[in-house]
């Protein structure tokens, strides 16, 4: 690193702003870390756990657009108040970083009961249950928070 730019990185780097900012940065995040936890406890437990009901399908899938729609939510809910106050585009750096967290999530628990979790599998459609989940959930944000202004 030249010694330029590491003198003009370190005011930006001093203790007080960057404790600041991991302070802003958790405290926003907590309702989406909090869901992203059940998500994958969920993820983890057996799937004998989970009652089997007819058709098993359609209440499976409709579960993962349900959780990815609260993830999506919560993701977003963490960082209302800067949603309001922001300009347009702060929001939509929000709605895509929530997107692409939650679709990567979806993905990273779906190959997560494929490869390490005995009893469960992986499935393309739940993940595409996620990816419509998080539409959803990204959607109802956003129209609960246009109205409110």
């Excluded at 991991?22 to 437990?45: D, F, H, M, V, Y």
């Excluded at 799937?47 to 990815?68: C, E, N, Q, T």
Aim: hydrophobic share 45%.
């Amino acid at each position: 690193m030249s010694p330029n730019l590491t003198a003009s990185l370190m005011p930006l780097l001093t203790k007080p702003r960057l404790d600041n900012l991991l302070e802003k940065l958790t405290r926003n995040s907590i309702p989406g870390i909090l869901c992203g936890i059940a998500i994958l406890i969920l993820t983890l437990l057996p799937g004998s756990l989970f009652p089997r009901v007819k058709p098993a399908i359609g209440l499976d899938k409709m579960a993962h657009i349900l959780m990815y729609a609260g993830f999506a939510f919560a993701c977003l809910w963490g960082y209302r108040s800067q949603f309001i106050t922001n300009g347009i585009a702060y929001k939509k750096r929000a709605i895509l970083l929530a997107i692409v967290i939650s679709i990567a999530y979806g993905g990273l628990t779906e190959l997560i009961q494929e490869y390490l979790v005995p009893t469960r599998t992986g499935d393309k459609f739940d993940f595409i249950a996620d990816c419509l989940g998080t539409g959803l959930g990204t959607l109802f944000f956003y129209l609960f928070y246009h109205r409110k202004k």
